[in-house]
């Protein structure tokens, strides 16, 4: 899986106080980055990590003996993981997360298709 980006994992551990979860980062970061990891479905996820949870289009990961959470989004064709927000345990209990993240908004309507016009384009000269 193609991890973006470490640096909020790396700016949540170097804030005062949170240096106890750089360990735990580094350990989810190297294993989900390994090229043996490919997750195509949520099941996948939650085979490789049994305290996962899914909260609305997002993958909540409880990291660091579950003092610490780590919000993701997946995408799975193209495997992609999107760091969102790492937070405590308490932060997210208060869920403003929620709003940030947007796990809970409807996914973007896909772009209709321009239909083909059954006209011949007109020649120069005409």
């Known amino acids: 899986m193609r991890i973006i980006s470490k640096s909020r994992l790396r700016a949540f551990w170097e804030d005062p106080g949170r240096a106890d979860s750089e360990g735990p980062l580094r350990a989810w970061h190297a294993h989900v980055g390994s090229k043996t990891v490919s997750w195509h479905s949520w099941g996948d996820v939650k085979a490789d990590f049994a305290s996962a949870s899914l ?9 660091g003996g579950n003092k610490y959470r780590l919000v993701t989004r997946i995408l799975y064709p193209s495997q992609k993981v999107f760091i969102l927000k790492v937070m405590t345990h308490a932060e997210y209990d208060e869920g403003k997360w929620k709003e940030v993240c947007g796990c809970f908004e409807p996914p973007p309507k896909p772009k209709k298709k321009a239909a083909k016009s059954s006209r011949r384009p007109k020649r120069k000269g005409n």
């Open 55 to 63: 909260v609305g289009s997002c993958i909540v990961f409880n990291i």
